[in-house]
């Protein structure tokens, strides 16, 4: 199943989500994935880091500067080694009971970022994935993803953090697991 986490820019999804895998890992759900960590340098934006959940590990991910030929999308563009490891935690991630994907964006709707990778494995029963999509995207990601079984999650419900703890801990696939 996936299910997609949406709001606004800068609305707290990534923080939310922080949270959220920081209990469901203290409750012996396995969740492996990523978020992306927004990362300032004397107090001005410059990217994202990838952080890794299952190694614990951080690395460059997104710049405001790059090389000509790596992917971006508008200002921003990817590393291509972390992009490959991002790619590679959401093909390995067979093992997790969830697997988040912080975020899909409108390069993944061109076929490229990510897609690759979530194409492989979107529709396999195992894990479950959560995917952060802007809400200014939902509709066209809702179409992408065709016959899948989706649950949206919205950042403005201000009881979204109990919710979607309780939610993704008493899935079945979860106990078959554990």
């Given at each position: 199943?996936?299910?997609?986490?949406?709001?606004?820019?800068?609305?707290?999804?990534?923080?939310?989500l922080?949270?959220?895998?920081a209990q469901l890992i203290?409750?012996?759900i396995?969740?492996?994935?990523f978020?992306?960590?927004?990362i300032?340098?004397?107090k001005?934006?410059i990217?994202y880091?990838?952080y890794?959940?299952?190694?614990?590990?951080?690395?460059?991910?997104?710049r405001?500067?790059g090389?000509?030929?790596?992917?971006?999308?508008?200002?921003?563009f990817f590393?291509?080694e972390?992009?490959?490891h991002?790619?590679n935690?959401?093909?390995?991630?067979?093992d997790?009971?969830?697997?988040?994907?912080?975020e899909v964006?409108?390069?993944?709707?061109?076929?490229?970022g990510?897609?690759?990778?979530?194409?492989?494995?979107i529709?396999?029963?195992?894990?479950d994935?959560?995917l952060?999509?802007r809400e200014t995207?939902?509709d066209?990601?809702?179409?992408t993803?065709g016959g899948?079984q989706?649950?949206?999650?919205?950042?403005?419900?201000?009881?979204?953090f109990?919710?979607m703890?309780?939610y993704?801990?008493?899935?079945?696939?979860h106990?078959?697991k554990?």
């Amino acid at each position: 199943m996936i299910h997609i986490l949406t709001g606004p820019v800068h609305s707290g999804k990534t923080t939310l989500l922080q949270r959220v895998t920081a209990q469901l890992i203290s409750q012996n759900i396995a969740v492996y994935g990523f978020l992306s960590l927004s990362i300032k340098q004397n107090k001005k934006f410059i990217g994202y880091d990838l952080y890794d959940l299952k190694r614990e590990t951080q690395t460059p991910f997104i710049r405001k500067e790059g090389e000509e030929h790596w992917q971006r999308i508008g200002a921003h563009f990817f590393i291509p080694e972390t992009l490959d490891h991002a790619q590679n935690i959401i093909c390995h991630a067979g093992d997790a009971d969830i697997c988040i994907v912080d975020e899909v964006g409108p390069l993944e709707l061109e076929g490229k970022g990510l897609w690759p990778a979530l194409k492989k494995v979107i529709n396999l029963p195992s894990p479950d994935y959560v995917l952060v999509v802007r809400e200014t995207i939902l509709d066209f990601w809702l179409g992408t993803l065709g016959g899948v079984q989706i649950k949206i999650f919205e950042i403005s419900d201000q009881e979204l953090f109990p919710k979607m703890v309780q939610y993704l801990s008493t899935k079945d696939s979860h106990s078959k697991k554990n």
